[in-house]
Nanobody, 123 residues
Framework: QVQLVESGGGLVQAGGSLRLSCAAS????????MGWYRQEPGKQRELVAG???????NYADSVKGRFTISRDYAKNTVYLQMNSLKPEDTAVYYC?????????????????WGQGTQVTVSS
């Protein structure tokens, strides 16, 4: 199993910046894709940013140009740099890992979640 430990959340004023970190218990080279999701109370969890082992990234339209996802293979860590934060960015942010294991007849898909870290942006 993959253990994901998040850090970096906190309280920040609108327009400020935060950097979230997600440390994995395995070499992230073995993880096909990693990403950040966020969820507000009573709302569905949504994808914020994702990155594949091959380096392909994708972002929610609401964060494009403000957030950047990156990897550090030496530290087995994925980061989410958040700039120009807005009050609507307030949520619990979760790190996610997706692992695809190829076998002769099929590919098995596994997913893992971090515990979440609170990000609060004041107006």
């Amino acid at each position: 199993q993959v253990q994901l430990v998040e850090s970096g959340g906190g309280l920040v004023q609108a327009g400020g910046s935060l950097r979230l970190s997600c440390a994995a218990s395995v070499n992230i080279f073995s993880i096909n894709a990693m990403g950040w999701y966020r969820q507000e109370p009573g709302k569905q969890r949504e994808l914020v940013a994702g990155i594949t082992n091959g380096g392909t990234t994708n972002y929610a339209d609401s964060v494009k140009g403000r957030f950047t996802i990156s990897r550090d293979y030496a530290k087995n860590t994925v980061y989410l740099q958040m700039n120009s934060l807005k009050p609507e960015d307030t949520a619990v942010y979760y790190c996610h890992a997706g692992v695809d294991v190829t076998r002769p007849r099929r590919t098995y898909e596994y997913e893992y979640w971090g515990q979440g870290t609170q990000v609060t942006v004041s107006s």
